[in-house]
Structure formats: C-alpha cells, structure tokens
C-alpha cells in the first residue's frame, strides 16, 4: 500500500523571534531597537504577516496528506521522503538553503513579505497553497544545480553557487585546472573561487560578474551551464592569474587542488555545513546531475 503524501512545510526563524529570544522579553527587545533608530512593530508586523502565511499554508494541506514543519536550522538533520512534496515559506534564500538536501521532491515556494522579497523562487502567495499542492506534477521547472566532490567521495550540492576557499580572510592557495582545456592548471593565490548556476546568477555570482565587468554569458536558471570567478587573484613569481573565469558545460569540470594547510567547500552561503579540505586533497565542481523541481 502506497503511503499518502506529505507535505513538509519549511521556514525559518523571524528577526522578532530572534530578538526576544536574544533580550527575554518583548519590551527589552524594542528598547535595543530604539536605541539603535528602528521601531519595533516593522519587526513584530513581518513576524505576522510570516506567522499567517504559516498558518494559511498549514490549513491548506489536503485532509488526506500527512504533514511535517521542518525550521532552517534543522534541515541538515531532517530526513526527506520520495513521497513529500515540499513547500517553503519564506524568502528565496530558503529555497536554496532547502535544495541540497532534496532529491527530486517537487518544492512550492510561498512569499510571505511581496515587494521585500524579489520572489525569483518563492512565486507563489499563502492563498495559492490549495491548487499548488493539487497539481504538483505540473509546470515544474527543472533547475540547474551545481556539486563539488572531493577525492575522498565527499560530497556536496547547491541551487545557487559553490565558493572555495579559507573559512577567513586569509589568502587561498591551491591549483586550479581544467579538464576540458587540454589539462592547463595554474597555481593560484586568491579570495577564493566561486562557481555558480543561473539560479545564482541573480546574487553573489551576479555581483562578482559585474563588478569585473565580465563579457561571458550567465546561464538561466534552467541552462546546463556554470560560471566560475576567481576572487582577487595575486600574481607573482610562485602563481598566475591567466585562469580567473569561464564557464563550464553539462559535462565540464573546474579542479581545485589544495596548498593550504585548512580550506572549505560551502554552498548558498551555508557555512556550518561546508567540506573540509585539506593539503593536497582534490575537488572537482561541475554540474550536478539532480536538479530541483520547482513548481511554476
């Protein structure tokens, strides 16, 4: 017998939450605020409005399914079924931070503050919830997403883009290659490098981009393409910086060889669950083979 699905509704934790859980109560909480120039009832109004949308979603569940809520800060520990249908409620960032724990389950994005949020994967209002969840199979978009697996078979994924680099400011060193240009590698010392989707082309990826003014294409969010950036490359006598972006097809691959003593792998800004690398281990970011199914 087959089980009913199961919709697991995921959010995160407001500011107001936060606040009062920082300062005890309410009344310290709009105190530190006012010190500081911000009223606290702009705080307490997103909270609600976040609450309601919570809610709304929640009674809109088919009778019939069974449900789950799942926070942000949980999700590395939550165990995703094949049969769930997810939905996220909240800002995009969610999504993303959603995605690299999924495997195929279609996923509603609902915005719970329009005109804050630029709602580029929560699409979706409270009151959509009904017919979403009736017609998950439907106007799917497949996203692109991007993996980094290191030469000991960890392995890690994400909607919008990967960074390598030191979990501080200091400079990251390590050989870059690629394998689909005749095996070139340069040693690197950097900021770090970025490879991201289309998905993430409307973020940090976009920053970098157009900061340096670059002339290479970003993907859509639905493009089997990536772009990559080297972060601040410092040339001298020991490292170049002739490889500092490009792009990388369906069945390319960036290599990054480490010669640091310490340095991470995370995804969609998710630093608490990031690859450790370490000298001489090897990474190599491409595209992933899954992707997420977000509903139109």
């Not at 915005?111 to 804050?116: L, V």
């Amino acid at each position: 017998m087959s089980l009913a699905p199961r919709a697991v509704l995921v959010h995160r934790t407001t500011e107001y939450e936060e606040l009062v859980a920082r300062h005890g109560t309410h009344g310290q909480a709009a105190f530190f605020l006012a010190s500081r120039g911000r009223d606290i009832e702009e705080v307490a109004e997103r909270h609600r409005r976040t609450r309601r949308a919570l809610a709304e979603v929640t009674a809109a569940v088919p009778p019939a399914w069974r449900q789950a809520q799942v926070e942000r800060g949980d999700l590395d520990r939550f165990l995703f079924a094949p049969e769930d249908v997810v939905v996220v409620i909240g800002q995009d960032g969610l999504v993303a931070n959603a995605a690299k724990y999924l495997a195929g389950q279609p996923v509603i994005g609902i915005d719970t503050d329009p005109g804050r949020n630029p709602g580029v994967l929560v699409r979706h209002r409270p009151a959509d919830a009904a017919q979403l969840l009736a017609a998950t199979a439907t106007a799917v978009d497949e996203l692109t997403m991007v993996e980094a697996v290191t030469d000991d078979t960890q392995r890690l994924l994400a909607l919008n883009e990967i960074y390598l680099g030191t979990p501080g400011h200091q400079t990251a060193r390590y050989r870059l290659g690629l394998e689909d240009d005749g095996g070139v590698v340069e040693a690197q010392a950097s900021s770090g490098v970025l490879v991201g989707t289309g998905t993430g082309a409307t973020g940090w990826l976009r920053s970098v981009w157009q900061e340096r003014g670059s002339r290479i294409p970003l993907p859509s969010p639905t493009e089997d393409r990536l772009v990559w950036c080297v972060r601040e490359a410092w040339p001298s006598p020991a490292t170049g910086t002739s490889l500092v972006a490009g792009e990388l097809a369906a069945s390319a691959a960036l290599t990054v060889t480490v010669e640091s003593d310490r340095l991470v792998a995370f995804g969609d800004g998710i630093e608490t669950d990031a690859l450790q690398l370490t000298w001489g281990q090897t990474v190599r970011v491409g595209v992933c083979g899954q992707r997420l199914r977000l509903v139109g």
